[in-house]
């Protein structure tokens, strides 16, 4: 049997379908964690009537881990099996992680006043989604094609918000019908599924797919591969230091904050304003991120090769400081059960496009010899903020003092939209040459 037979046709480098498959697959994977840990646990604890600030804990506790994703790509850089690609050994690893974190949650089984608890299973089972972003973002920079990249950014994103969908939708109708520990052991056979198929997917043709296969290490992964720690830093800080770069980060900052202040404010107003529960606003929301995210895929795609990611990006943040005025001013409207799906229809293909959007951009930054560390600090980045602005929202006074939260939300947009426009990368992509017949 040849190389190029049966399962061993499964290589990124050479197929374009392969490739934008198993990155949607791959962030589906990732994408499990967030569902439960962002829109099950959240509405589990405003239906039960914890306080906003516990709510806002969570979701703070769920990006934590995202924000130090560069001490894994660090170490995914340095140290390598090459002979299995550069990244998919750790992809591999990456994902046990992920059974391991579900499974410890499980057995750790918090009830709804167990906080405590509740954000020590948040941050494992985010821990093990955290590692697996690293190798595969380092991934996607090694292997995609510049004029690749926007198409795959929505099938990943796309993946992600679909995995967010249904496992928020599960999630939320497990926890209120059978509990922490049922809804955690339930997800542990679907990561390992997606496991499986990263064994058996290869990134460069001859690589080995097991250490015991037969294979070899690609050339072009023993170019790229930086195997020592101060080459790794210096490239690192020198990429990131460039102008393009730091303002995007200044960007990315402001948005990504307004953002936290934004994912613990709606399942509370669907609770407090519309009456929503734990499963039925689980299982809307999670309606509502599958269609969207279905759409995002295609919008992100047009918008990506028609105004380039820059504008794109811009585009949807304004469109967020229009949705942050309206749900100041349009109270009549989004209170009601329709009005309320509408806008939260809205907001979640504006957090899937935002995503497709700026992910062409830390793509085009980052460094091929450095790629899973350059671009996981852009990542980590823009994930903190997240975190800052949960405890912002807090601190604000939570629902309480809607109109001072959301215009801080407007204010930070904005400020976003400004530095965006200041970039000098992520124009129109020049059109592309015929691509030869997919293999």
């Not at 089972?125 to 094609?145: F, H, N, R, Y």
């Given at each position: 049997m040849t190389?190029?037979?049966?399962?061993?046709?499964?290589?990124?480098?050479?197929?374009?379908?392969?490739?934008l498959?198993?990155?949607?697959?791959?962030?589906?994977?990732?994408?499990?964690?967030?569902?439960?840990?962002?829109?099950?646990?959240?509405?589990?604890?405003?239906?039960?009537?914890?306080?906003d600030a516990d709510v806002a804990a969570v979701v703070a506790m769920a990006y934590l881990p995202w924000s130090f994703k560069w001490i894994p790509a660090a170490i995914f850089d340095r140290y390598a099996y090459l002979s299995m690609g550069r990244r998919r050994a750790w992809l591999i690893f990456s994902q046990g992680l992920m059974i391991a974190g579900f499974a410890i949650a499980a057995i750790l089984a918090p009830g709804v006043d167990d906080l405590d608890t509740i954000l020590v299973a948040t941050f494992?089972?985010?821990?093990?989604?955290?590692?697996?972003?690293?190798?595969?973002?380092?991934?996607?920079?090694?292997?995609?094609?510049e004029k690749d990249q926007g198409t795959a950014s929505a099938f990943m994103f796309g993946g992600q918000t679909v995995s967010r969908a249904i496992s928020g939708a599960a999630a939320g109708f497990g926890l209120q019908y059978?509990?922490?520990?049922?809804?955690?052991?339930?997800?542990?056979?679907?990561?390992?599924?997606?496991?499986?198929?990263?064994?058996?997917?290869?990134?460069?043709?001859?690589?080995?797919?097991?250490?015991?296969?037969?294979?070899e290490t690609h050339p072009i992964n023993l170019a790229n591969n930086v195997g020592a720690w101060w080459p790794i830093l210096k490239v690192t800080f020198?990429?990131?230091?460039?102008?393009?770069?730091?303002?995007?980060?200044?960007?990315?900052?402001?948005?990504?904050?307004?953002?936290?202040?934004?994912?613990?404010?709606?399942?509370?107003?669907?609770?407090?304003?519309?009456?929503?529960?734990?499963?039925s606003y689980s299982a809307m929301i999670s309606t509502v991120d599958l269609v969207m995210a279905i759409i995002a895929i295609g919008v992100g795609s047009v918008l990506t090769v028609r105004f380039g990611p820059r504008l794109s990006y811009a585009g949807v943040d304004l469109c967020f400081v229009g949705l942050a005025v309206f749900l100041i001013f349009g109270m009549a409207i989004w209170t009601t059960p329709i009005g309320f799906i509408a806008m939260a229809c809205v907001y979640s293909i504006l957090l899937t496009l935002s995503s497709i959007t700026s992910n062409p951009l830390r793509m085009q930054l980052s460094d091929e010899r450095v790629a899973a560390t350059q671009f996981t600090i852009y990542n980590s980045i823009s994930n903190l903020p997240v975190s800052l602005g949960a405890t912002i929202f807090a601190w604000l006074g939570g629902a309480d003092e809607l109109a001072m939260v959301l215009g801080t939300v407007a204010a930070l947009y904005i400020a976003g939209v400004v530095f965006i426009l200041m970039l000098r990368i992520g124009g129109r992509p020049v059109d592309a040459e015929p691509e030869p017949a997919m293999s």
């Open positions: 190389q190029s037979a049966g399962v061993n046709g499964l290589i990124l480098s050479e197929n374009k379908i392969v490739r498959f198993s990155f949607f697959l791959f962030y589906f994977g990732q994408g499990l964690p967030t569902g439960i840990t962002v829109i099950a646990l959240p509405a589990w604890l405003a239906a039960n009537g914890a306080p494992l089972i985010m821990g093990g989604a955290a590692s697996q972003d690293v190798a595969v973002d380092g991934l996607a920079v090694d292997i995609l094609p059978y509990g922490s520990q049922a809804t955690f052991f339930a997800f542990i056979p679907v990561v390992l599924i997606i496991t499986i198929y990263a064994c058996l997917v290869q990134e460069r043709p001859g690589e080995k797919r097991f250490p015991w296969s037969k294979g020198l990429s990131l230091i460039k102008r393009d770069s730091l303002i995007l980060v200044a960007a990315a900052c402001f948005g990504r904050t307004a953002a936290g202040i934004l994912i613990p404010l709606v399942p509370i107003l669907a609770v407090s304003y519309v009456n929503y529960d734990t499963a």
